[in-house]
């Protein structure tokens, strides 16, 4: 039987998310208050938005005062959004969701089942609702960098992960990368892994920013970094042991 965290912080990354924000904030709210965890606290990071998300989520912290906001001045990246959001964590454990709508933080309690102290528990989309191009695009890319770093992850990129609080402290990717990088660490530093099947929805409003060009010469920027043997914060080579 796993063991409930004492507290943790869902960390929700945003950019441009002011159409389902909020319900996702709630939901998120819900899902926590329903857990059975002693404290929590989501934490909302605006990459930058200029459609009101900022605005949005900071008048909801008023109605929900377990809500912090956190804010870019300008587009950051990613990465650079959910370091933001693992830097200021206050609890046990990190759930990572993305703010988009297509989790529902509801299915919070697949990753609640399997945990223990000091694991990361990955979801994987167990049939992924998005565009083929872009389910395309994520399988060619990805297998590369299996290739290149060794084993990572089911679905590495799956934005429905909980983990132990310092697993997230002191990441350099500011991209597409950081998921690989929490998932290479946490190989490094023995942790049990973890991955449970989770739905995935089709995002019903907004637009994905992944397959960018400048997203996608960003990932390959720090995979090449990664590969190379760019030394991690924690001391590990973030690169294939031979």
Not at 1 to 20: D, F, Q, R
Not at 139 to 149: G, P, S
Request: charged letters at 20%; glycine letters at 10%.
């Amino acid at each position: 039987m796993s063991t409930l965290p004492e507290s943790i912080s869902a960390v929700l990354p945003a950019y441009n998310e002011v159409a389902v924000i909020a319900d996702t904030v709630r939901r998120t709210h819900a899902a926590l208050a329903a857990s059975g965890v002693a404290s929590s606290e989501v934490i909302v990071v605006d990459d930058g938005s200029n459609d009101g998300t900022g605005e949005l989520v900071r008048a909801l912290a008023a109605e929900l005062p377990a809500t912090r906001l956190l804010t870019h001045p300008h587009n950051l990246g990613y990465g650079a959004a959910l370091r933001t959001g693992f830097e200021a964590a206050g609890c046990e454990a990190v759930w990572l969701l993305d703010s988009d709508g297509q989790f529902d933080p509801g299915d919070l309690g697949l990753l609640l089942d399997l945990w223990e102290p000091g694991s990361l528990v990955a979801g994987y989309r167990a049939q992924r609702r998005d565009p083929w191009p872009r389910r395309l695009n994520h399988a060619a890319f990805f297998t590369l960098v299996r290739a290149l770093t060794g084993p990572t992850l089911r679905d590495v990129n799956c934005a429905y992960k909980l983990f132990a609080r310092d697993l997230g402290l002191g990441l350099r990717s500011t991209g597409a990368m950081i998921s690989t990088e929490l998932a290479l660490r946490a190989r490094a530093r023995g942790c049990r892994i973890v991955e449970v099947a989770v739905p995935h929805h089709p995002r019903t409003t907004g637009a994905a920013t992944g397959a960018r060009p400048a997203v996608v010469a960003r990932a390959f920027v720090e995979l090449v970094g990664m590969r190379t043997g760019r030394e991690g914060a924690d001391g590990a080579l973030l690169r294939r042991r031979r």
